[in-house]
């Protein structure tokens, strides 16, 4: 088979997972308006799903290439699908917990089963692959602000987004059935295809270590802001939710020009010059969203912010299989608990904070977590040089 077909398919599943993840943020108000969701409460919403993708990223490094790619996303992407519609007819906080973790533990399998897929059809070209990926997801975030706005005109209603997402899900999961009639041609890896691997190995590496308080310190950061800032922005700040979701649309904007333009710069800079200087942005668009109460002021951080965190996690991951790609499920599904504990922190952290000295107080978190992340990329950095030999 022609990589071309799995390749759009996942690039098209990575599209619709990016609307789906910053979907939950944009739509707090609205959810807590209805379902009484107090700043504390929507911070155990965020856990909830974090909780959901850790053990899905757990279950999906170790399990997924036991099964066949393709045939396993779309059931997944049919589940899902089985998922937001309850999620959308629901009536109650405890159903809207519960269907939020096994979303978020499903879209976690979906991450793993592309990243390892991707990473074994384009061995020979994998940041660059990885971040046009990455690039896609960052689109669907940067769609998903418009998408609510525009559905909002029609119908304000937070549940039409999710079924609309719910269909979308359909067609993905339809194409991923044709495509696994054929056969799917990866590079090598053959020895480890149809069984279990270990976390434990990889672990025993210290870069492998400094990957995960990277991913981290990512994840904190990049959910930190998407999951709060349409209520910082609104509750700490003079604008109503539709301009906070348009102001906030430049960070999801700044994500999708990082990961579709920082494989140029590899052979300029390399991956090491390149990370430091991606998280540097990173940090002083963090500065900026906090510090700044001005549209034009927000704009800037939120694209700073965009544009440095956008390429991190493909530059990560991807150098980290170049390192050890037989275990490249496994470093995945690293990145992804390390990534959902960093969201889970960000998430409750901020909840708790804000139910104690009010969402513009606890909105600090955000630079906080930004120091963490500059931090462990370095360290990261530093001991994959030495690794590369």
Known sequence: MSRFHPTAMIFGGFFLLGILIILWGILLPDLSRELQLGPAQSGWFFLT??????????????????????????????????ILFGISMLQQRWQLFAGIYLFGLIASVMFTIGHTLIARLHANKRAKMMGLMDFMFSLGTLAAPFMVVLLYWWQDDWRWPVRLMALSLVGLAGYAFWLSR?????????????????????????????????????????????????????????????????????????????????????????????????????????????????????ALGNLLLGLGLGGVYPLLLSAAMDLDADNGPVLSGL?????SLGCQLAGLGTGLWAQQAGIGQAFWMLPLLAVWLFASVWWFSRLAARAAG
């Open 335 to 339: 990145s992804n608990i390390a990534g």
């Open 49 to 82: 799903m974090a909780l959901g993708t850790i053990s899905g990223a757990f279950i999906g490094g170790k399990y997924v290439q036991k099964f066949e790619f393709l045939r396993l996303f779309a059931v997944l992407a049919l589940l899902e699908t089985v």
């Open 182 to 298: 054929q056969q799917l041609e990866l590079a090598g890896y053959s020895d480890t295809v149809r069984r279990s691997l270990s976390y434990r190995a990889v672990l025993k590496k210290p870069v492998f270590w400094a990957l995960a308080f990277a991913m981290f310190g990512y994840g904190a950061v990049e959910w930190g802001n998407g999951n709060w800032f349409v209520s910082y922005a609104s509750a700490a700040l003079p604008f109503d939710t539709e301009q906070a979701r348009l102001i906030f649309a430049f960070f999801t904007g700044g994500m999708v020009i990082s990961r579709l333009g920082f494989a140029w710069f590899i052979p300029l800079l390399g991956s090491k010059k390149l990370l430091r200087l991606l998280v540097l942005l990173m940090f002083s668009g963090a500065l900026l969203v906090k510090t700044m109460d001005s549209a034009t002021g927000l």
